[in-house]
């Protein structure tokens, strides 16, 4: 599903999408390339916080490791 994410740093608002209703992990604005790391319940979003470019990174590597687990 799709759930759509506002932008914190420039209010554009864009969209994820999610395998379950709930997500912790990384989110990287379409416009303004800011990273988050975001939290979501039910598809809303509980919290959105800044991060790093390396921090982002190594968020991704775990998402897509998660990924990964799930599809064998
Ligand atoms: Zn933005």
Redesign the pocket.
């Given at each position: 599903m799709l759930v759509k994410i506002k932008?914190p740093?420039?209010d554009?608002e864009g969209t994820i999408s999610l395998l379950e209703s709930s997500y912790q992990g990384p989110y990287r604005?379409w416009?303004?390339r800011?990273l988050f790391t975001i939290r979501l319940e039910d598809n809303k979003l509980k919290s959105c916080e800044p991060l790093s470019q390396e921090e982002f990174d190594k968020l991704q590597e775990i998402e897509a490791l998660k990924k990964k687990f799930k599809r064998d």
């Amino acid at each position: 599903m799709l759930v759509k994410i506002k932008c914190p740093k420039c209010d554009t608002e864009g969209t994820i999408s999610l395998l379950e209703s709930s997500y912790q992990g990384p989110y990287r604005c379409w416009k303004c390339r800011g990273l988050f790391t975001i939290r979501l319940e039910d598809n809303k979003l509980k919290s959105c916080e800044p991060l790093s470019q390396e921090e982002f990174d190594k968020l991704q590597e775990i998402e897509a490791l998660k990924k990964k687990f799930k599809r064998d």
